[in-house]
């Protein structure tokens, strides 16, 4: 199958582009209620930023925009070792920093950056996920706002790709499984 046909590739729609943007406003609401002041928001790259730019159109505060890019080390995952390929081109000390990811899986990615953050010296440190996959969990994450809680399926779409591509799909769906077995 070609690329030319993301559709094809699709088992289930589980989130339209209009159930996101619904979910975008309620999110962005909710942190306009919540802050005062500046807030920091940091995207990790790639996944988040379809998510991220809805989400800051709809937060009614001033919002400053940086970006960090992690890896996992490969075959360490378990002791959540993470690699920092771009880091923040801001300071965060003393900022209210809210982190914007598009999923959370095992929560190494986030239990590891959350702690970079705070090293930091960030006044106040918070996450919002577009997604969550409680089942996998390994690492216990406060996430203060959440999208929508998944089952144990690989997603694509709105910033989430398998092998780089989908990324650009409006929605999210679930890929099919001839896709990568
Ligand atoms: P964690 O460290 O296991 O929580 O990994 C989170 C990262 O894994 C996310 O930021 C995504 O980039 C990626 N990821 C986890 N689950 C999926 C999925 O179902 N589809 C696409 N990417 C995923
Ligand atoms: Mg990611």
Redesign the pocket.
């Known amino acids: 199958m070609s690329k030319l046909n993301m559709e094809d590739h699709i088992k289930e729609v589980l989130f339209t582009e209009e159930e996101i943007q619904k979910k975008c406003e309620e999110i962005g609401a909710k942190i306009t209620e919540d802050y005062n002041g500046e807030l920091v928001v940091v995207g990790?790259l790639?996944?988040?930023i379809p998510f991220m730019m809805d989400l800051v159109k709809r937060i009614d505060r001033p919002v400053v925009m940086d970006f960090m890019d992690v890896k996992?080390y490969e075959g360490t995952?378990t002791t959540?070792e993470?690699r920092i390929l771009k880091d923040l081109s801001i300071k965060v000390e003393g900022k209210d920093v809210l982190i914007v990811?598009?999923?959370?899986?095992?929560?190494?990615?986030?239990?590891?950056l959350l702690e970079v953050l705070r090293s930091r010296g960030a006044k106040s440190l918070n996450v919002c996920t577009l997604?969550t996959?409680p089942a996998?969990?390994?690492?216990d994450?406060k996430t203060k706002y959440i999208g929508f809680e998944?089952e144990d399926?690989?997603?694509?779409g709105y910033g989430?790709?398998?092998n780089e591509g989908y990324r650009n799909l409006p929605y999210i769906g679930i890929?099919d499984e001839s896709v990568y077995i």
């Open positions: 990790i790639k996944g988040a996992s995952t959540g993470v990811e598009d999923i959370i899986d095992t929560g190494l990615t986030l239990s590891y997604l996959k996998r969990r390994k690492k994450i998944i399926n690989f997603v694509v989430m790709d398998y890929l």
